[in-house]
């Protein structure tokens, strides 16, 4: 799914936290490496901490409280 896809799928389900995934780890497309969760942010008018974005490979527990950290910008 496209960004726009993903975030519209979080909203129809209604669902309490989005993580997005396969996004990062391999080159496969023309854009940059960073800009999936760079557009997701920019598109989403919720509370950004819906939205978690774990370092690659990071454990998360879903009943913690998150605060985006925008990690990837400074890499």
């Given at each position: ?8 799928a ?8 989005f ?57």
């Amino acid at each position: 799914m496209l960004p726009e896809e993903s975030i519209k799928a979080f909203k129809d389900l209604r669902a309490d936290k989005f993580i997005p995934v396969h996004w990062g780890m391999f080159v496969l497309s023309y854009h940059s490496w960073n800009e999936p969760p760079e557009k997701l942010f920019e598109l989403y008018d919720g509370d950004h901490k819906d939205i978690i974005v774990p370092r690659i490979g990071e454990v998360v527990r879903l009943s913690d409280d998150f605060e985006p950290s925008y990690w990837w910008r400074d890499n």
